[in-house]
């Protein structure tokens, strides 16, 4: 039976790194090695991030069982992640995982998941293994550098007081000679009377402003535009996929928004969409992107021109993780792998 294979962002993202999952492996724990082969051209992943027509053995060793029980894990670096992230629109892999005694081996279609970062994303990333193994190195001690010792002085200073010079007598300041305020209030009452009779005069002649329109507000459902065609045809490929994934249409909208990509050869668009939300847990999209590739209903297209058994079982299988009483998943799973 065919091994299960995700490559899953890790927890927090980091980004060029990965953890490479597999599932129903009957083989041991320790001393593996995996390789990982395109379709388009049949060419294997080397360690340098270029592709050749040669085998190339990427060593492990020693997996990690899952907190499950039910898978090993193992951390991968930018020299898996970002090869597979920069694939074209139609670009599947197979990775074979054997042990490097020859012994048991095993092969699966692998696909980078959800949320997966490209190591370009977080400026230098390091990987975490040097050429094509993937034991991480311990990180060395950090060297302390000496101090100088340090003197203290412990000798009392000699503190010196001013004098302070006699300060005058106060002497305070004689009382402010009083005048008459008589002529102030009068001059005051006047002025009072005339400001109100000017202020009368202007309440009873102006007349009222109209009250200001309320302005109206900004339209909402900003996010309305966000997977449009007119979207699609004017934003970069990724920029499209991030902005509608983000205004989370429902699954019925979302499958029409993909039929408007495959119609506009918008490929990757389409793979990209199908990818997130049947990864998320999509039933109902993960079952229509798996018969994109199910010989039984594929229908040839220019984004899925033919069909794949390893991949359209992959996402059947995907839906059985989520609801594994679904009959037609788990029947169509079962004759794909035959």
Known sequence: ????????ALEPNVPGQACLTVKKWQGGEEQLEFSIQRNQDGFYLQDQKAWSNNPFWF???RFSVAASGEALEAQVGPEVVDPLLEGGANSQFMIELREQ????????VVRP??????STAGGQTRSTYGGA????????EPEIPELPELVLNT???????????????YTPPPPPVKKSNKGLIGLALVV???????????????????????AAAAPA???????TLDSMNSLPELTFVQTCIKAAPDSAKLLEIINEAKAGKHCGVAQRLYANRAQAGDALIANAYAREYDPKYLKASECFPVADNATAAYWYETILTQDPNNAEAKQRFEELQK
């Open 192 to 214: 009072l009377l005339l400001v109100a009779a000017a202020a009368g005069f202007w309440f009873y002649k102006r007349t009222p402003a109209p009250a200001p329109a309320i």
């Open 221 to 227: 459902g900003a996010d309305a535009q966000a997977c």
């Open 155 to 169: 000798a009392e200073p000699e503190i010196e007081l001013e004098s302070v010079p006699n300060e005058p007598a």
């Open 59 to 61: 060593k492990v060793s």
């Open 133 to 140: 193994d993937l034991s991480a190195p311990a990180a060395p």
């Open 101 to 108: 005694s020859q012994g048991h081996t095993d092969k699966g």
């Open 113 to 118: 998941g959800v949320g997966l970062l490209p």
């Open 1 to 8: 039976m065919p091994i299960r294979v995700d490559l899953l």
